[in-house]
């Protein structure tokens, strides 16, 4: 009976659990994935890249460091590939609803060239073909290389153009775990968030050019002729002083005297040096002042432009059915976790904190321990090549030492045996008569 009340507790528990679950979410969850038990059944990695041998592999991973080593994602783990893996959900249009797309991110190696980012593809998808020149609806997410490309990309493809967003969104760049979140509203408004903190908003009209513009300048429009567009003006009240050219801009130096030792008939007649006219002060130049009459620059006025055709909907993709990750990775390591489509914000925020919010502080703290462990590693490592290297320079000392000892013996064997030096000598002596015969013949 014990064992039967824990089971109906249990169960009870689950089921609140569940009630929970559903009653947070509002609207409607298209997909989702913590790459939990299973995951590889629904995801296909593609062959894209294999024939040339530059295909990557994934591994199911919580990575070197996390706050819950259970919640595993996954991570790219080759150095030079491309990586290109996807999976399928119901077919979906986001037209009159938000859509929501949002999925955390993880560069442990200190990505210094490569993307964190995932896209959303159509209906009409061979998965196993996916790879970089498969067409998407949406690209969203990190994107780092260099100093010059730290930044979230958020791209659009409407009209058979892939449009990028033109305000900066820039992402981060530690190799801590982060969320990335994007709202598109049926009102073609936009939000773009890392961790749960709003950095980018506006309107799809305005910060992406998938439209011609509503107004343009008028081409037939004509400056008036009387139209002053100078802000400043000569002042005509300001006139040039009399004799103001005839000031020399250098004068004779009044305190230069000749030399005692001056011979004019063979240094010729003395001429004092001379020096900058302190009374010279360049050439005139008449004062400006504020043009009364100054209207601004002038711009042809805006008309609406006669290309333009609105798009009520232009925040909106008619079939949604698959979401796919596509890279290029210098140095791997980019761990991918807890993806989300929904047409819920206030679902997805939940989510971001009971996940990345609830093992942010303990990630931190696997993290500064790893790099902690790392530089004693390094330290230690570093002593040791130190006490090598001390030790090849006691060993070249000995050698050192035995060489010229071997040269002090030589030295020594030859003063203990004179009569051994002596024959040596002779021996030269011989050679050398023998040489000098030898020129003479």
């Excluded at 949604?320 to 914000?345: A, R």
Aim: proline residues 5%.
């Amino acid at each position: 009976m014990a064992v039967l009340a824990r089971s109906s507790s249990s169960a009870a528990a689950v089921a609140l659990v569940a009630l929970a679950l559903v009653s947070a979410v509002a609207g409607e969850v298209f997909f989702q994935e913590k790459f939990d038990d299973g995951w590889e059944d629904r995801w296909v990695k593609s062959e894209w890249k294999k024939e040339d041998g530059t295909a990557g592999e994934w591994n199911h991973t919580s990575g070197s460091w996390s706050g819950d080593a259970q919640d595993k994602g996954i991570q790219t783990s080759e150095d030079y590939r491309f990586y290109a893996i996807s999976a399928q959900y119901p077919e979906f249009s986001n037209k009159d609803k938000t859509l929501v797309l949002q999925f955390s991110v993880k560069h442990e190696q200190k990505l210094d060239c490569g993307g964190g980012y995932v896209k959303l593809l159509g209906g009409d998808v061979d998965q196993k073909k996916f790879g970089g020149e498969t067409p998407y609806s949406i690209m969203f997410g990190p994107d780092i290389c260099g100093y010059s490309t730290k930044k979230v990309h958020a791209i659009l493809t409407k009209y058979g153009k892939n449009n990028l967003i033109k305000k900066e969104v820039p992402c981060e760049t530690d190799q801590l775990t982060h969320v990335y979140t994007f709202v598109l509203r049926p009102d073609a408004t936009y939000s773009i968030l890392i961790d749960n903190v709003e950095k980018q908003s506006g309107s799809v009209y305005d910060d992406w050019d998938i439209l011609p513009a509503k107004k343009i300048r008028d081409p037939d429009a004509k400056k008036p002729e009387d139209w002053e567009d100078n802000e400043y003006i000569p002042d005509p009240e300001d006139k040039k002083p009399e004799g103001y050219d005839d000031i020399p801009k250098e004068v004779t130096d009044p305190d230069a005297t000749k030399p005692e030792d001056w011979d004019e008939e063979e240094d010729g007649e003395w001429t004092a040096p001379t020096i900058p006219n302190p009374e010279y002060k360049g050439p005139w130049t008449q004062k400006k002042i504020k043009n009364p009459n100054y209207k601004g620059k002038w711009k042809a006025p805006l008309i609406d432009n006669p290309e333009f055709k609105d798009d009520p909907y232009i925040y909106s993709f008619d079939s949604l059915k698959h979401i796919g990750i596509e890279l290029w990775q210098v140095k791997s390591g980019t761990l991918f976790d807890n993806i989300l489509i929904t047409d819920d914000p206030e679902y997805a925020k939940k989510l971001a904190e009971e996940t990345w919010g609830k093992h942010k502080d303990a990630e931190k703290a696997a993290f500064d321990e790893a790099e902690k462990k790392k530089l004693e590693e390094e330290s230690v490592n570093s002593t040791d090549d130190e006490k090598d290297d001390a030790s090849d320079d006691e060993e070249e000392d000995d050698a050192d030492i035995n060489t010229a000892s071997d040269v002090e013996t030589k030295d020594d064997s030859a003063v203990e045996n004179p009569q051994q030096a002596s024959t040596d000598e002779k021996v030269e002596e011989i050679s050398k008569d023998a040489y000098e015969k030898k020129d003479e013949l």
